[in-house]
């Protein structure tokens, strides 16, 4: 059975920093390139950040690129995502998601395997 955690999420205030995890299980890890998404009230889910099989190329959406860091550790079968200079507009369930491709897709909510999401709450 796949499973995909997500955990790290919380209240912050604007600017702060948050780090989300997602530990992956039932299936062959480093086949798979991560993404994750993110779905705020009353918004469709959007892409946030991905990461290829190896982690060496990573890809970000315009409004978190520069802030956001997307990582994996294939050893662990975890995949990080590191959201510095948060903003109000930041807010809403996070969520990880496993494809076997193609890679073209990434940004489309369209993967195999999806975790249960993190709320993340930007707010002073």
């Known amino acids: 059975q796949v499973q995909l955690v997500e955990s790290g999420g919380g209240l912050v205030q604007p600017g702060g920093s948050l780090r989300l995890s997602c530990a992956v299980a039932?299936?062959?890890?480093?086949?798979?390139?991560m993404g994750w998404f993110r779905q705020a009230l009353g918004k469709e889910r959007e892409f946030v950040a991905a990461?290829?099989?190896?982690?060496?190329?990573?890809y970000y959406a315009d409004s978190v690129k520069g802030r956001f860091t997307v990582s994996r550790d294939n050893a662990k079968n975890t995949v990080f995502l590191l959201m510095n200079n948060l903003r109000p507009e930041d807010t809403a369930v996070y969520y990880c998601?496993?494809?076997?491709?193609?890679?073209?897709?990434?940004?489309?909510?369209?993967?195999?395997?999806w975790g249960q999401g993190t709320q993340v709450t930007v707010s002073s």
């Open positions: 998601a496993a494809s076997r491709g193609p890679l073209s897709q990434l940004r489309l909510p369209e993967y195999d395997y």
């Open positions: 039932g299936l062959t890890f480093s086949n798979y390139f």
């Open positions: 990461v290829s099989l190896s982690g060496v190329l990573t």
